[in-house]
């Protein structure tokens, strides 16, 4: 077959065509070789890790937190000085991730990014002991309630949430919708729908602290005015509650399930109550006196409800005139406890002369003793048959005993 200009120069074209494209490519790929520079300092870097000193360091979790994480690697490992090896770590639900730091060792460890679940760390120097651990937070959770998940109560229960740590004021009723009560009749419990009664609550919170992010360590729900009649409460508190860095509960949790009775429980009543000095001895006569602040207080208290207890001792002291008129606003001191035993008081209002000195006790349903009477020294009543008292008239005197008068008979 004749061929034409036309096929031979196209045949030419082709050819001029592959030898353009070979020459290209050959172009790039000279452009992607490594210089000389570059190759050199490749050579460099990798002479100087390959000869580079090794040391040897452990890699444990935080000993105190062993089930918030796995880091890896774990346990002893061989690294190089000066050259940056990863580390990472799990971290379980209950808890995140703090940081990365070092333990004893003379040599040093730095961290990328100490923060972060994954890093790099590098050893500048050598040494003996090294030890890199990862240290984690629990997250906030609830350290005890009252009622007790199971617990049978009275219908005017106050209702104690502790949290493990001060957790922010913000995350908590009534500035968050973060805890939700239900209830659901006990007859009823298999096909009622739970009814929301969270709002039957008055909520007050515990241990509060702090002005720009205030905190607290629990908070109480009051029923107002009470919860139903023999019924299942539960009380859920979600994720949302947080500390005050921020971390949130690990999930919403609804552990705290418990009955209601058909009635209220009624206030304790007080059985008895004594003074005395700090050091255990009687008080002077007649007017309850003693020369030093300190006093020990022993009440004896009566219950009627079920799961009811005494949690607090609240001591109101009012100075006093010779009259007997108060001489000033009273001061009132939170124990913060109760014992059956004496407890240890010291007097709030300043001076000598006498003072007045009211007990009251509050149960774990938010409901504190009413007072009782008065008389003219001891003010009580009487319940039994016997006389009770929830206040006392002391007499504090700290003057030193004085002679008036001296006189020596010689025996004439």
Sequence with gaps: MARTKYG???????????????????????????????????????????????VSVHIQPDPN????????????????????FSIFTTVD????????????????????SATSV????????????????????????????????GN????????????????LASSLPPAANSIVVTSVPISGQATATPTDITSNFKFAL????????????GILLSPNPFMGVEQYIKVTCKKAICDASGNTMASDNSNLVFTTGSSLVPAPTFTSASIVKGDGTAL????????????GITVGAALSGSGQSIIDTRIIETALTPAGVPAGAPVTTDLGTYSSTAMPYTLQT??????????????????????????SNLYGASIGGSTVYDTFKILYDNTSPAISSLSLNSGN
């Design 8 to 54: 031979i120069g196209n045949a030419k074209g082709a050819r001029a065509a592959i030898a353009g494209i070979g020459l290209g490519a050959l172009l790039v790929s000279c452009a992607n070789m490594l210089t000389g520079n570059d190759m050199t300092q490749k050579i460099g870097t990798d002479v100087a890790t390959a000869n580079a000193a090794q």
């Design 65 to 84: 937190m062993s089930s918030a994480g796995t880091p890896s690697p774990l346990g002893d490992t061989t690294v190089k000085v000066g050259i940056p």
């Design 93 to 112: 639900s209950a808890y995140v991730f703090k940081d990365w730091t070092q333990l004893g060792g003379a040599g040093e460890i730095s961290f990328d």
């Design 118 to 149: 994954s890093a790099k760390a590098t050893v500048s120097k050598t040494g003996t002991g090294l030890t890199i651990q990862a240290n984690y937070l629990q997250r906030p959770y609830i350290a005890s309630t009252d009622p007790f998940a």
């Design 152 to 167: 049978s109560v009275g219908i005017n229960k106050t209702i104690t949430i502790a949290f493990s740590v001060p957790v």
């Design 206 to 217: 515990i241990g509060s602290s702090g002005t720009t992010n205030p905190t607290a360590t």
């Design 284 to 295: 002077g006569s007649p007017d309850n006196a003693l020369n030093s602040t300190t006093l």
């Design 350 to 375: 300043g001076g000598t002369g006498y003072k007045l000195i009211q007990i009251e006790l509050q149960d774990n349903y938010n409901q504190w003793t009413s007072p009782i009477g008065s008389a």
